[in-house]
């Protein structure tokens, strides 16, 4: 069993920062990914970004792609979101997951079910 704690969120001005992060506790997976997802006002959740589902690096959605990127400190146990340049688009509750690699497939890591243990949320809102 993994438990996932994650802080960071906030209220901010278009156009500001805010660094998300996800602390796990746990037993670790021989081969875990490591992700974001957000879930925005009326909108299903949505997969944001994930690290250690390919070897060549991370990978993200297209909405957020050039601006949200994913890292992590592995020694730690612990991954970011650095989410630069919010936009009045972005406000949601955004949500830390991991999951075992039991996949080849690249799709498979934007996927929800692919992933077994959740954080609890925070929130992130944006005025103009």
């Known amino acids: 069993q993994v438990h996932l704690v994650e802080s960071g969120g906030g209220s901010v001005q278009a156009g500001d920062s805010l660094r998300l992060s996800c602390a796990a506790a746990?037993?670790?997976?021989?081969?875990?990914?490591m992700g974001w997802f957000r879930q925005r006002p009326g909108k299903a959740r949505e997969f944001v970004a994930a690290?250690?589902?390919?070897?060549?690096?991370?990978m993200y959605s297209e909405s957020v792609k050039g601006r949200f990127p994913i890292s992590a400190d592995n020694t730690q146990n612990t991954w970011f979101l650095q989410m630069d340049g919010l936009q009045v688009e972005d406000p949601a509750v955004y949500y830390c997951?991991?999951?075992?690699?039991?996949?080849?497939?690249?799709?498979?890591?934007?996927?929800?079910?692919?992933?077994?243990?959740w954080g609890q949320g925070t929130k992130v809102t944006v005025s103009s």
């Open positions: 746990g037993r670790a997976y021989s081969s875990t990914i």
């Open positions: 997951a991991t999951g075992p690699r039991t996949s080849d497939s690249k799709a498979y890591c934007t996927r929800s079910d692919a992933y077994d243990a």
């Open positions: 690290i250690r589902c390919e070897a060549r690096g991370p």
